[in-house]
């Protein structure tokens, strides 16, 4: 062989190196964090099984949003609206369920979030406005809508079967929050990494004009990865209003940067082209157990922003350097 040859087998091994550390980097990360909290809060109750359940089960929101979210960004795009989706479904659902019943009130959560996606798709994908400013502008439009659809009351759940089936149900002794979590997480991964879809959302992604220059439809996956983010964050709301019997214009509110700082950390790049379900769900995990850990040390609210904020800040930095490659 060459020297020339030896030299491009060389720099390609190394390439390939690198590239697997980084896609091993969250799982890593998720292992020091545990680590660390496991020693240092050992006395505070932090390994209790008890502690470490409720991290699963507060974390099954953000993690429902995440997956929408990593459909949205490898394709490119963004979806700031997710929080107050959230706010809307979740009032929506709990309205509807006073006058109307359980599966009428589970429609209109649902849909909700489905048709907050369709006018972002729409505006994205036809009118084709930058979905950051689209985003940005329905994040403040329906944070306003949920404030005025119950004069910023809280309005309680109390039907069983929807807090069962959406909260603080069971079965098989396993919590409904984590059958809701696992059916996502494994639809969503079947979905982004075994079908023709998925492939056509990464290429987009990669190269929009390539892949419509192909015979990929664009604008129709930017429309449909807007609606799924769209309905997936309506399902968050319901799981909120289950979990905490009741629905709030708050509900979601502070999520917006926990789950984008769970996307980009579990491997998703943020100019789009590439993406991890699994990765987004570790990402999640490990944004939970961060929060955990930092209130049981006593840092504040501002102080686990902080914290936040550099974890996405770090991320960005990589996804970046990596997406320039």
């Not at 589970?106 to 979030?113: K, Q």
């Amino acid at each position: 062989m060459s020297s020339t040859n030896q030299g491009a087998a060389v720099r390609a091994a190394g390439l390939a190196g690198r590239v697997n550390l980084q896609q091993y980097v969250v799982y890593v990360g998720f292992l020091a964090i545990f680590l660390f909290f496991a020693i240092v809060l050992k006395d505070s109750g932090f390994l209790t099984v008890r502690n470490l359940s409720n991290i699963v089960l507060q974390t099954a929101p953000v993690t429902i949003m995440a997956i929408g979210l990593v459909f949205v960004m490898s394709a490119g795009e963004i979806d700031l609206s997710i929080g107050s989706t959230v706010a809307v479904a979740a009032l929506a659902a709990a309205v509807t369920m006073q006058g109307y019943g359980l599966v009428p009130g589970v429609l209109a959560g649902l849909g909700c979030g489905l048709l907050i996606g369709l006018v972002n798709g729409v505006l994205v994908a036809y009118v084709r406005l930058p979905s950051f400013l689209v985003t940005l502008a329905t994040l403040g439009l329906f944070a306003g809508v949920s404030r005025s659809m119950t004069d910023l009351r809280s309005i309680p759940v109390t039907n069983e079967a929807f807090t069962g089936f959406f909260g603080s149900g069971s079965l098989l002794g396993i919590p409904s929050l984590i059958w809701w979590t696992a059916i996502a997480v494994a639809f969503g991964h079947i979905l982004y990494r075994e079908t023709r879809f998925g492939a056509h959302v990464l290429a987009i992604g990669d190269n929009a004009r390539a892949a419509s220059v192909s015979g990929i439809s664009v604008p129709k996956m930017r429309l449909a990865v807007l609606m799924i983010s769209g309905a997936l964050a309506g399902l968050a709301g319901l799981l909120y209003a289950g979990r905490l019997q009741a629905a709030k214009y708050t509900l979601g509110e502070t999520d917006l940067m926990t789950v984008i700082a769970a996307v980009i950390v579990g491997g998703t790049l943020l100019n789009g082209g590439k993406g991890s379900i699994i990765g987004a769900l570790v990402g999640s995990l490990m944004m939970g157990m961060l929060n955990n850990g930092l209130i049981l040390m006593g840092l504040s609210v501002s102080d686990q922003m902080i914290v936040r904020g550099l974890i996405i800040l770090a991320a960005v930095a990589v996804s970046l350097r990596e997406k320039s490659r």
